[in-house]
Structures are given as C-alpha cells and as structure tokens.
C-alpha cells in the first residue's frame, strides 16, 4: 500500500514546512476550503473515517453535531495524549509528518467553524513539543495559521497544551478538564464534548492519526478512500507491534489487515525461533487473543467478533517464555497508578485485583483468587464511571478465559508453566 | 413533565430530574453516598447504578435524567451484587474502628454495612495510612476514613464559595485537602462536617462528648445575628456536646457559619453574664432586671433634663434582630429625642 500517514518520513527532514509544501502539503488545506463547511462534512462522513483514539466513533458525525450546534466559539481539541501502553504512533507522525497533522486540523476546524485548535499532548513527549512549537511557528509564518488563512478569510489558531503525565487526561473529557486548568477527571456523559466540550463550548476532540486522514480525503474523495480498508473500517490504519518480534515498529496497513499478517509478514514474527504465545492486539486495555485466534482482521467491527477489540492498535506479542500473570501484574500497576480516584470500582478495583495477582504470584494459595479476580472484574466493567475502570480488568478475564491452567499451576503448584 | 416507571410503579417527574430523585420522590430508596440534592451530580460512589430497559450497561441514578417511556430496575440480584461488592471494596479500605468512631449510629457508610451484612471485607489489601496533624482549631479531619464521595470538595465550591479544599493525587492515594496539604486555613462554616457521610469529618469539640445514645435535642434559633438559623442543640447531662441545623430547617437550610457551628462553649462559661450587674462603689453587682431597668429609665431622665437628649447615644449590635434593632433605633429617637444611634456593624 502506497504510504499516506507516513508519507516522506524516510527523508531526514520530512518535518520541515519546505518539505512538507514540496511533496504536496497544504494543497489539500487550499481545496478544503474553496469547500462550504458543510460539504467536508459530507465528504468525511461518506469516506466512512473512524476515530482512531480507540473507539472507531465515525468522525463526520461528531463534527455535523458540533457544527449544527448554535453555541459558539467552537472548538477543535486534538488528542495527542497517547497514554495507552503499547502505542507509539502518534507519537511518529508528530516527529516525523507533523505537518500533515497540522493541515488536517485546520481542515477540520474550518469544517466545524472552529476558530481555536488545541493540541493536547502527552506529558511524556517533551522532545515532540519542540517539534510541534517549530512546525505551528512555520504554519504560522506561511500564512496557513492565523487571523486569515491565504487571504481567504478563514482563520485558525493552534495552541499547544501540554499535559502533566496522566493517562487519564487522554479520556476526552478528563482531557477537557485539564485543558481548563482543572484535575484531570472524567466528566459525565452526556452532555458529549461535541454539543458541550472545553469552556461549556461545542468541541470535537480527534485522535492525532484521525485527523492526519482528512487531508488525504480531501485529496483523493471519500469514493476513492472507501477503497483503502474494509467496507465498514475504510482507510489505512498505525498498528504498533512491540514485544518479542523480529522486526518492532510502526506499521502503516489498511485498515482490516489480519494480525497474522501483520505479525509474520510485516514484523517478521516471533524472534529467536520461539512459539508465540499470545498476543495484546490494541493496546493494554483490551482482551488478550491465544494464538488460534490471530487470523482476526484488525478493524473496529471485527475484532469484537474475536472476543477482543482494535483499541488503538497497540499490537504486543508474547512468545512462550512470557509468564502471563506478570503481564497482567505490570498491566494493573499501570492501572491502578492512573486511576484518577474518582469511582469506587477503578480506585479501589484496580488495586485489589493487583494484590490478588501479587499474591498469586507469591505463591500465597488461596483458592478462591481466580473466583475473586472475576468477580472484581465484573464489577469493575459494570460499574466503573469510564472506560478506564471499565476496561482495566480486560487483560486479567481474558488471560483466565484463554489460560486459566496457568492461572491455576501458579495456585496449586506455585509456578508458572513458562 | 415526564412518564415512567420505577420498579414497576408509574411516576411522574419533571423533565431534568435525575432518576435518583424521581424515586425518592415516590419512597423509593436507592443506596448512594456522594448524592446531595443541593450539590452538582458527581456519579462517584456507584452504589445508585440501577438497570434500565434497553440499555447495555448499569448506570448511575445520580447522574441519569428521567425520559419519557423510561423503565428502571432499581434492585435485582445482579444489581445487589454489583452494590455489594462496591461497597465491600469502600470497607476493605476503611479503618473498621467504629467501636472509637465519633460517627457511629449516623454514619452512612455504617449504615450500608449492616444493611448489606458485611462483617469483613472479602478483598483485603493495602489501606490508607495518614498520620492526622491539621492544627486547624475546629474540624477533626481523619482522611483515612474518607470514602471520597466528595461532598465537602463540592459543597464548600458551589454552596460556600469558599473552595477551600479539593482532590490531590490519584488512584487509591486520591485524598481531599486544602492546597499543598496545608492545615485547613477556611472560614469554618462547618458545611463539609454536615455533608460527610462518614466520620471523616467531625466536629474536634465533639469528640468524646458522647454519641447518639441518652443524647437529647433541643431545636432553637440561633442567637449569634438577626439571620435567625435554625439550630439543634445535642445535650447530654444538661450540657451542649454538639450543634448541628436540620436540612430542612426553612432559614438556613442546615448551612451554619463557624460560630453558630462550633462557637457554643460560652453558654456553659462560668464567666457568661446571667443578670444585669449595677456598678456601685467600683465594683458590680449583680441586680434584678427590674432594678436595672429602673436604674437605666431614672439616670437617662436625669442626663436628659439636665444637659439635653443629645448627651445620650445607643450602641446596638449585630446579634440582635432586626425588629429589635428597629425598635432600638425608635426607642432613641422618639424616646429619648436623639439621633446618636450606632450599630457595630456598620462600616
Ligand atoms: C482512559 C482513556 C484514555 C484514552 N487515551 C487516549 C489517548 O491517549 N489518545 C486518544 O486519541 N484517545 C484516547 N482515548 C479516547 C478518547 O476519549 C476519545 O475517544 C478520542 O480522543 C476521540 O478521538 P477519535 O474520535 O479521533 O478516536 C482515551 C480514552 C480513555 C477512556
């Protein structure tokens, strides 16, 4: 597949505006916006652009809500927090394509009559600042930020919002507290950040790799972007691969690739002849998938299908010598340091279910662990106030549905079968 | 207003209202510990989750308005598992030291134990352990019993307007505190103490006073200002222990300000004043009432007559009402003939 995302990123400065405006860029921004608003819309919503932040949520509807809401000033947030573990993909087009990243916000800000863009970027990327700071000062400089955008009447400013390390803010309404000067705890929902988001105000939060698709739709048509992908997930997809394979990196696939694909043929497979044992397939937040089940296609709408869900693509593989208790008790320490302490389930949840797993692992028997780890995770998915607490006991079922005898040797035997 | 049902009971509620409310409304009682119906919802606690028809997930009663059609399980063995198990988790990381709590027989989270039989929590682990040390002169704060509902954050931001105090750090760490944990440095209306549903709060000169037992109530007025809040007074051996308003009192609603919160201990001071005192000789005497008042009537004649009412001035204060200050005011100006009226609090 020809390279959209990641476009240039092999030549040292594909960062620099000159480059960037070389191979292309801001050609994209100057059709948009001989486009009314309405008609990006339109087309956005017809290429089928899901969120790529984790939730898939189509991209054209959050921004027909924010636009035909009356409020105003409107905001356009764009979420470069990537907090969930696993992911470093972001984190690639920010370094290496960043203008890209600039174009599809003033893109979506013209198409959602936003005059103010955020980027809220991850507390943890301090070099990335450098480089965004750089490439809004030259998007300033070249008239495609600011009070009117090459004398078109159109204007839009980006500021850039740095956050202080918690994995929470990259929840979109932590993320608005945050951006307020507030603690960064999750809002209630609804009302949606798109009719009420940051200052009380219509804003339409997007992933960072979400909104380095528009310009390429703008470029080529949703009709012909509907043809990257699969039908009901189009587009070309970042799928992170870490852990034990040849070849770790950043993949740039269509949307839908099967995670066998893209583990054998892409990263190479499992390094030094070992099995493969199991695999995280979006980031740690998502159930775990056995080997026999790698033939899944990486999208929105499938992995469910597979018992386990695309999140955000965070691929990380696991070869026959990994204990999968201290996978999950490295997973719930994250947890339980990055719940926010708001709710009862993912404060206290979190950190009881970490105390089972340590006390497993410790060889401390007690039967009656595996039934309290469930039961924790049951209530934790039920009745947790957000995602986080929700999906934190994820990891920890889905490794005692696929391998509870090694839950159980652990118990008994006090060892662990790897 | 709105159409639905609540455990298979028709209500009618006005649109807005949190599900929460449209079935208290109806006697329905759902468990929860960071609602207050003054303050903002919050959805922290979860002990109100309830099922609703068509809906993938549990949600909160706090925080979920009521719509048209809607229909609510409040109580199932699913939902009372969830419940449990919630609340299992707030034990396992609470002292358990009730038997020496200022708060038992009224606190909540006590309260949802029994109800609940919980003896012992099932998931035990690490708990907060913070060394008490607010120097602050009037509210005891033993963070390590709060459960984090919140109310006192909320309650002192949007009822006070004070925000004296707030979350810091996360995860199990998450604690309320004023800025950079100082000691509480506030007005010390006590709002918080009202609101806190567990002993995280208390009064310090309560503590050891006695609880609920042999503990008599008084309901009075308050006499520190013409506001007139409504007060309870908690007696135990003729004496006040603790001073608390009702919620639904109509002045004040049970907000209190820090002296008629905690600024009790001069009704038992053996320095209070109980009869008017004539000073004769250099020294007071204590007199009757009517020796007094004949006293005051006979020399303010007699400054009158000889150098003029305006010799004469009043002083009034803010802890009388407002009728008796009008009345005082009238009283210098037609009785005695002179405008010299003052009263403390005018700047
Ligand atoms: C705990 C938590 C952490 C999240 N972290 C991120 C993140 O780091 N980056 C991101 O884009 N979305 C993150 N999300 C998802 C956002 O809430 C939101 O759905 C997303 O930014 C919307 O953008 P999209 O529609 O382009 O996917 C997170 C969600 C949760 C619950």
């Keep these: 597949m020809e390279k959209i995302l990641l476009r240039n990123i092999e030549n040292p400065r594909s960062a620099d505006i000159k480059e960037y405006i070389k191979n292309g860029g801001y050609k994209d921004l100057l059709l948009a916006l001989k486009m009314q608003p309405g008609e990006i819309i339109e087309e956005v919503k017809r290429s089928g652009l899901r969120g790529r932040g984790g939730s898939g949520f189509p991209t054209g509807l959050k921004w027909e809500v924010a636009l035909r809401d009356p409020k105003s000033p409107k905001y356009l947030i764009c979420n470069a927090d990537e907090g969930e573990p696993g992911t470093f993909k972001d984190r690639l087009i920010m370094e290496k394509n960043p203008h890209l990243l600039i174009e599809g916000m003033i893109i979506a800000g013209y198409a959602i009559k936003a005059e103010y863009g955020y980027i809220y970027l991850r507390g943890e990327y301090p070099y990335v600042k450098k480089i965004l700071s750089r490439t809004i000062k030259e998007a300033y400089d070249k008239g495609y930020l600011g009070e009117d955008i090459m004398g078109r009447g159109v204007k839009f400013h980006i500021k850039l919002y740095q956050g202080a390390g918690a994995y929470i803010c990259g929840e979109e309404t932590a993320l608005i507290e945050s951006i307020e000067g507030k603690r960064g705890q999750p809002r209630i929902k609804p009302p949606f950040p798109a009719s009420t988001g940051v200052w009380g105000m219509p804003s339409v939060v997007n992933n960072v790799e979400t909104l380095s698709n528009i310009p390429y739709i703008i470029e080529i048509g949703a009709t012909a972007y509907l043809k990257i992908g699969t039908p009901e997930c189009p587009g070309p997809k970042l799928y992170c691969v870490s852990g034990h394979v040849k070849r770790p990196g950043v993949y740039e696939l269509p949307m839908g690739t099967t995670l066998r694909e893209i583990i054998y043929t892409h990263a190479g497979g499992v390094r030094d002849g070992k099995r493969l044992k199991a695999v995280i397939p979006g980031g740690i937040s998502t159930p775990i998938l056995p080997p026999q089940n790698i033939d899944c296609t990486m999208d929105f709408v499938n992995m469910p299908r597979y018992g386990s869900a695309l999140g955000s693509g965070a691929i990380i593989v696991m070869d026959e010598t990994v204990c999968l208790l201290k996978v999950c008790e490295r997973a719930l320490r994250f947890f339980a340091h990055e719940s926010c302490g708001k709710c009862t389930p993912c404060r206290i949840g979190t950190k009881r279910m970490l105390e089972t797993i340590q006390r497993i692992l410790r060889g401390a028997e007690r039967d009656e662990d595996i039934e309290s780890l469930l039961e924790l995770g049951s209530v934790m998915d039920a009745a947790s106030f957000c995602p986080l607490g929700q999906t934190a006991p994820n990891l920890v079922i889905s490794t005692i549905n696929h391998f509870r005898e090694e839950f159980e040797s652990h118990i008994k035997e006090g060892r662990c079968p790897s | ?347």
Excluded at chain 2, 102 to 130: M, T, V
């Design chain 2, 1 to 347: 207003m709105v159409k639905l049902r609540i455990d298979g009971i028709d209500i009618e509620a006005l649109e807005g209202m949190a599900i929460l409310e449209a079935a208290r409304l109806k006697g329905i009682d759902i468990p929860a510990l960071c609602y207050h119906p003054k303050l903002s919802p919050y959805g922290g606690c979860r002990l109100c989750i309830v099922e609703i028809k068509g809906m993938p997930r549990p949600v909160t009663a706090c925080t979920t308005t009521v719509s048209e059609g809607m229909e609510v399980r409040t109580t199932s063995p699913y939902i009372e598992r969830l419940r449990k198990t919630n609340l299992d988790l707030l034990l396992s990381d609470h002292p358990y030291d009730c038997m020496v709590c200022q708060k038992a027989g009224e606190c909540d989270l006590q309260d949802l134990a029994y109800q609940y039989g919980i003896r012992e929590p099932r998931f035990k682990g690490e708990r907060r352990i913070y060394t008490k040390r607010d120097g602050n002169p009037f509210i005891e704060r033993d963070m390590e019993k709060c459960i984090l509902c919140g109310k006192c954050v909320r309650i002192c931001d949007e009822v006070q307007g004070v925000s004296a105090i707030d979350f810091a750090y996360r995860g199990l760490k998450t604690k309320v505190c004023p800025p950079f944990e100082r000691d509480l440095d506030c007005e010390f209306c006590g709002q918080c103490v009202m609101v806190c549903p567990t002993g995280s709060l208390v009064g310090k000169n309560w503590i050891g006073k006695g609880r609920a037992r042999n503990v008599g109530e008084v309901n009075t007025t308050c006499p520190y200002c013409g506001v007139g809040c409504s007060l309870t007074l908690h007696i135990k051996d003729n004496k006040i222990i603790r001073v608390s308003s009702k919620e639904d009192s109509v002045v004040n609603e049970g907000m209190l300000c820090a002296k008629g919160r905690f600024g009790y201990d001069f009704v038992a001071s053996p320095d209070r004043l109980k009869t008017p005192l004539i000073k004769r000789n250099g020294r007071f005497e204590p007199v009757s009432w009517d020796e007094a008042l004949d006293y005051i009537s006979k020399r303010l004649k007699e400054i009158k007559e000889k150098y003029g009412p305006d010799a004469i001035g009043g002083l009034s204060s803010a802890r009388c009402t407002n009728e008796e200050n009008y009345l005082f005011q009238k009283f210098m100006r037609a009785a005695v003939g002179t405008n010299n009226i003052d009263h403390c609090a005018r700047h």
